[in-house]
């Protein structure tokens, strides 16, 4: 029997073709990522300009060139996977936020950065809904079930406040960053938890048995995810603790924390539970106890390892959304009524500006309400300041609007065409446009730094940058700052609910020092023998 080598071979030549149409597009990628890097580093200094703004910029000029060398056909250099972006570019920038957070300053306005996180977001998902599936009516965007509403409410409630978070000072507004940062991560999960609530119900036929059970599965994807997180991150701090892999290879127990805080993602998305939520409190457990477990190079590695990994997933992701704009098959079902499509994009950022505003200013006066004392309340600029970052739409809201509306990346409806690029359209124009105007309305809101600095700063100092952990140089941050102050003990009911985070705080610090540090390591704890992660010169706690 004849073989058939010249079909063999064929095949061979079509892989060997594809895989260097691959090699193409990744170098072309990766040059681009590296031509965000240095112009954003040129840009730095610029009143207007950041780098996610700047690689949504390069990136639609990458499309618009890619669009004139193919003659229309195609705009994109990669195809757009859900599964690249959850699994792979989204865990890292969470984690990172989680291990770098101010976690006493995120804690002490916990109740609040919940409050504009949680309730918000379920405010703002309301609102964008109901008023979607009344104004898309009129419009006739296509065949949208409640579901799709739904899903649309969950969508446009993802805020990106990474432009406000990139002009905010945390040194002289910790209060107000603490607040845009924490309500940011919150919001994030509450969408994703949402929008896997919706998905996993058949809301065409809603009843009052269906409600509750979808707030039952909210409120135990919510409280399941951060549990597994929590859960995650002692066990990585308990096995270092005890094994002491430093004391032979510091290699093991950095891929020991990096292995573990992305298997936490993974167990939660094999649950079916929020990645986010999980990774995200893993992160924060993983800062407290098990990165003072590992060696001091371990701990440099790692910092910069976790920041460095979440830049690059940031900016790739912008990048492409730019890329991905500009795409030919998305557009050419909508291009016989740019109109609607318009329309469709101005009522959803009509939707998100008073969304937003429906819960930050009502929230912000119940907060102020509980607060006794006037430097710990939100003040009027800082709540519009609160509101505006959290206008941006991003990468989230763009994976779950390809989720909810595409099949791989394609669609073939035109209702589904028009909310793609209607959700591009808004994530472009709040990004760019927004974006551009945070710097100088924040110069404008919050012009000197000093008063501001006293107003709001509670402590007597704090980090320099987000980039450097709580818990990483000196004693800034951490619990030994309240050694030697007077913590003001609460007498009345009103004085437990106006000063919650000195009562919390302090019953905290006392477990944590006799149950949790003596098993899971962290500052002060640590056997000091040779070879140990702790240095002698760290202080044990009193």
């Known amino acids: 029997m004849a073989f058939p080598v010249g079909s063999v071979l064929m095949k061979l030549g079509m892989v060997s073709t594809s895989d260097h149409t691959s090699i193409v597009s990744m170098n072309i990628f990766v040059a681009l990522l590296c031509a965000c890097i240095v112009i954003g580093h040129l840009l730095e200094e610029n009143r207007w300009m950041n780098e996610s703004i700047t690689a949504l910029v390069i990136g639609l000029c990458t499309g618009v060139v890619i669009l004139l060398f193919s003659g229309g056909r195609s705009s994109r250099i990669l195809v757009f996977s859900e599964d690249l972006f959850f699994i792979y570019l989204l865990p890292p920038i969470i984690f990172n936020a989680g291990f770098q957070v101010k976690k006493k300053q995120f804690f002490r306005n916990f109740m609040t950065i919940m409050l504009f996180g949680a309730v918000g977001t379920l405010i703002s998902f309301i609102i964008i809904s109901l008023g979607a599936r009344q104004l898309f009516k009129k419009l006739d965007v296509g065949s949208l079930d409640i579901g799709d509403y739904l899903a649309i409410g969950a969508i446009f409630s993802a805020t990106d406040s990474v432009c406000t978070l990139q002009v905010l000072n945390q040194d002289e507004t910790p209060l107000l960053y603490s607040l845009v940062f924490g309500e940011g991560v919150v919001n994030d999960a509450t969408s994703v938890v949402l929008f896997n609530a919706i998905q996993s119900f058949d809301l065409s036929h809603i009843d009052s048995r269906i409600a509750v059970q979808f707030v039952g599965s909210f409120l135990y994807l919510f409280i399941t995810s951060t549990l597994l997180g929590v859960i995650t991150g002692l066990l990585s701090a308990f096995i270092i603790k005890k094994l002491y892999f430093g004391r032979h290879s510091t290699d093991r127990e950095v891929a020991l924390m990096i292995l573990m805080a992305y298997l936490s993602y993974m167990l939660a998305e094999l649950f079916y539970l929020s990645g ?56 050419r079902f909508v291009s016989s009524s740019p109109g609607k499509s318009v329309g469709v994009s101005s009522i959803l950022l009509g939707l998100v500006l008073v969304g937003r505003a429906a819960f930050v200013f009502p929230l912000s006066f119940l907060s102020n309400l509980a607060k006794k004392s006037p430097h710990e309340k939100i003040h009027l600029k800082q709540q519009i300041t609160v509101w505006w970052a959290g206008l941006m739409r991003g990468a989230v809201s763009m994976a779950l609007a390809y989720n909810q509306f595409t099949r791989a990346g394609h669609t073939q409806l035109r209702g589904n065409a028009i909310m793609i690029t209607s959700t591009i359209t808004v994530v472009l124009f709040s990004t760019v446009v927004f974006g551009l105007m945070t710097k100088p309305l924040i110069r404008l809101l919050l012009p000197s730094s000093k008063p501001l600095s006293s107003m709001l700063c509670s ?71 040779p070879g140990s992660p702790v240095e002698p010169s760290v202080q044990q706690w009193h």
């Open 276 to 331: 986010i939520l999980t990774v995200f409190f893993c992160g924060i457990v993983m800062s407290h106890y098990t990165w003072h477990n590992v060696t001091e190079s371990s701990r440099v590695t790692t910092k910069h390892a976790f920041a460095t990994l979440s830049f690059i997933a940031e900016i790739f992701i912008f990048l492409y959304v730019g890329m991905d704009a500009l795409d030919i098959e998305k557009w």
């Open 459 to 529: 402590e007597p100092t704090t980090p320099k940058s987000i980039n450097t952990p709580l818990l990483g140089n000196g004693q800034h941050d951490s619990e030994a700052d309240l050694g030697g102050r007077d913590i003001p003990r609460p007498t009345s009911l009103r004085m437990l609910l106006s000063t919650p985070s000195h009562t919390v705080h302090h019953y905290w610090r006392k477990f944590d020092n006799s149950f949790m540090r003596p098993v899971f390591g962290g500052r002060g704890f640590v056997p000091v023998i």
